[in-house]
């Protein structure tokens, strides 16, 4: 017999709501430092600082962690279509596909590099 999984609604509500919340919040910020371009990424270190702290001083609630690992499990599909636009996108670049793929390559094998280093040290 399967033991179905229970899916703690309330807490995936109130997860993709934070997430909403700190990810709107902070392209309003950066519309005002006209860089709404840069509101993503603003939310995300804001984000990753407010869990840190949070983590800090007292541990991250379990609900939080569970629903987290629900909508990255389950939002894994929603890069397929952005996958199929960067290879008909590739596609049509012509001449200029060689130093795309370069760059692309470039500025994902140093990050790489330095996280594997970075995670060699520390854990």
Same mark, same amino acid.
């Given at each position: ?24 919040? =902070? ?20 984000? &990753?600082?407010? &869990? ?5 001083? =007292? ?15 389950? =939002? ?6 952005? =996958? ?19 760059? &692309? ?17 520390? &854990?």
């Amino acid at each position: 017999m399967e033991m179905q999984e229970k899916i703690d609604w309330i807490a995936l509500l109130l997860t993709a709501i934070l997430i909403v919340l700190v990810r709107e919040s =902070s392209v309003w910020i950066m519309e005002k430092f006209n860089h709404p371009e840069l509101g993503n990424l603003a939310g995300l270190f804001f984000f &990753l600082i407010l &869990l840190i702290t949070w983590r800090k001083v =007292s541990a991250l609630p379990r609900r939080l962690i569970d629903a987290n690992a629900k909508i990255m499990k389950e =939002s894994a599909f929603a890069f397929l279509p952005v =996958s199929a636009g960067s290879v008909i996108m590739l596609a049509t670049l012509g001449t200029e596909l060689p130093a795309i793929v370069f760059i &692309l390559f470039f500025c994902t094998l140093i990050p790489l590099w330095l996280y594997a280093k970075m995670a060699k040290r520390w &854990l």
